[in-house]
């Protein structure tokens, strides 16, 4: 099974739009079919973007299922190491620091760019397109 750490715009995305990959992700991650690593600090990030007014639209009981679900099941780390590898947003570190703590897998993320470089330490960081190739070949062996 991969450890993954998913970063809040595939949460995001996948409570937009309910049948495109994010969507899918996310079931696989509440269905235990991957772990889902978590923080306190990754965790309120996606409490706090979720609770911006530009997401005001989306049903807030179904968010708070979602948020209830994901602490319920998530694996949960406590990082010891600080991270500052990513300089223009140093804020993204957390996700780093959640991988390294976690020995996660995989970090997926539908904002490539944000991270400088495609492995940090033994996490590749991965599209959520690329994320469900690696899954399906998984399964096919």
Same mark, same amino acid.
């Given at each position: 099974?991969? $450890? !993954?750490?998913? %970063?809040?715009?595939?949460? /995001?995305? !996948?409570?937009?739009? $309910? $049948?495109? /990959?994010?969507? &899918? /992700?996310?079931s696989l991650a509440l269905l235990r079919k991957i772990d889902l690593c978590l923080s306190k600090e990754v965790f309120d990030e996606y409490q706090g973007v979720l609770a911006r007014k530009k997401f005001r639209g989306l049903d807030p009981k179904k968010v708070r299922r979602l948020l209830a679900q994901i602490k319920k099941q998530g694996l949960w780390v406590v990082p010891k190491v600080s991270v500052n590898a990513i300089k223009k947003d140093p804020d993204d570190n957390k996700f780093l620091e959640c991988c390294l703590e976690a020995d996660a897998d995989l970090l997926i993320t539908g904002n490539i760019k944000r991270f400088p470089f495609?492995?940090?330490?033994?996490?590749? /960081?991965?599209?959520?397109?690329?994320?469900? %190739? &690696?899954?399906? $070949?998984?399964?096919?062996?």
């Open positions: 099974m991969f $450890k !993954a750490v998913i %970063d809040t715009n595939v949460i /995001i995305s !996948a409570l937009l739009k $309910k $049948k495109g /990959i994010p969507a &899918l /992700i996310l495609r492995k940090f330490h033994r996490t590749h /960081i991965v599209t959520p397109r690329e994320f469900i %190739d &690696l899954f399906l $070949k998984f399964l096919a062996k």
